[in-house]
């Protein structure tokens, strides 16, 4: 029996998960949890990675106090954010967090060194201001003296390794959120790079997952008094990570990654352009070097958001008292447009909310179930958007949908997500990031091959089905949806 710790770091939390595997079957147990919000400063947003490396390490003593014998560990993070070292091997300043407000504005500012067409066409990827390539080009634009002195780059799971081992890599599905990969290769597009006036020389070529692995440090495992293991090069980018996990499905289903973000989207052998989809949809890697076509909308957020303002406010419920109070509320009532980005800086959700509906038109939400239900009804909605996007990208339809991560445990979104679209909804597995790190761990370790994976998973778990109901009442609602969506961005109203 083969044990594997992975940490699935999250924009709030992180986890430690424990799997073991017994050749055949792969159970995964949570082990430990800790903090790893941003930092919001005076100057700007930050991560705070010593934190998170002390979390870490704390969680690996616990472990050798406890006399776990680990083969390895593994860590999944969030994509797009990054770390600079010097040539010293340094760690200049703390990770700029991508709700940094430096890059407002960018995509405009620098709109003289690309254009969407060009740029979508050489990397596929969804083009906005949070992406590493406008995170970079906003410290270019202030003349940050951070690029100066920057040797290496690395995206957060790599840096978290970094941190570890000393060894600096970079790992490819991680890498493919930065708006700087090529598309043809898991390579570094060096003239967008060098057009942006950056060092082309800090890019490590990425490699793909579980094909690296280094030592856990000698200083570090002398402090926390534990035996030699390995840290390996997981799918660093968590939504990677959840799709190692998913069960063979025939190549005939969309994933839908849920979570703080909502990332829906299809395995396909290659990326895929449609210009008709340019800042719409995106193609990141998998770890087996496949492609994910995918489209990104804020998930769980406006959940989480919610619940935070109202227990500021002194209204501290749970999540089963807002369904609860959903549940005693009818149905279609107001929408919004979970595609909008105005509602990522999450201040004050319920205000931001409450602008939408009076900009277009509509009334105003009364009581928490009444903003339960708007926001669960139009994921669903825009779930069922995104996946006739893909399936136009694709040129085929999908027949059914995987639901993955913690967005399982919302049963009444799972449902509506079936009604919305037609299609029966598998709720997967809640810690799918953390049993596709392990199974990457596994696949390592020697002890399965890739192509077994699928089959492990699916003899891993077992999902819970939905099946859709009332699809014309979703159907008429999806038309005013759509209306309401097409009216906004018509007035170019902003809230």
Known sequence: MQR???????????????ASFDGDKLTVDEYGRF??????????VYWDVLSITASIKNILAQAGTQGIAIHSIGIDCFGVDFGLLSRSGELLGNPMCDMDPRTAGILESSKDLWNAKELYAQTGAQIYEMTTLFQLAALKREGNDILNFAATFLMMPDLLNYMLTGEACSEFTVSSTSNLLKLSAPEWNAPLIERFGLNRNM???????????????????????????????????????AVAALPDTGGDAIFISSGTWSIIG????????????????????CHDGKNRLIKNLLGMKFLQDLKAAWARAGKDMSYSQLD??????????????PENMAYFSGLNMPRLIEGYCMKSGQQLPEGVGEYMRTVNESLALSYRESIGQIELACGRTFSRIFILGGGVQNHHLCQMTADATGKPVSAWYKESAAFGNALIQAFAAGSIEQRDMPACAKA?????????????????????FLKLKKKWYDQGTDF
Not at 35 to 44: E, W
């Open 4 to 18: 594997y710790l992975c940490f699935d770091i999250g924009a709030g939390s992180g986890r430690a998960l424990l």
């Open 35 to 44: 903090a790893s919000s941003a930092v919001r400063t005076s100057r700007g």
């Open 203 to 241: 890019f490590i070529n990425p490699v793909l997952s579980g094909n690296a692995k280094f030592r856990l440090s000698s200083i570090l495992r002398d402090e926390l008094l534990i035996n030699d293991v390995d840290v390996v090069t997981v799918a660093g980018h968590d939504t990677a990570s």
């Open 266 to 285: 299809a395995v396909t052998d290659k990326p895929i352009i449609d210009a008709r989809f340019a800042g719409v949809l995106s193609n990141e890697g």
């Open 324 to 337: 609860l109070a959903m549940e005693h509320t009818k149905p279609f009532g107001v929408f919004i447009d």
């Open 460 to 480: 891993s778990h077992t999902a819970m089905e939905f099946t859709p109901a009332n699809t014309s009442k979703w159907d008429e609602q999806y038309e005013k």
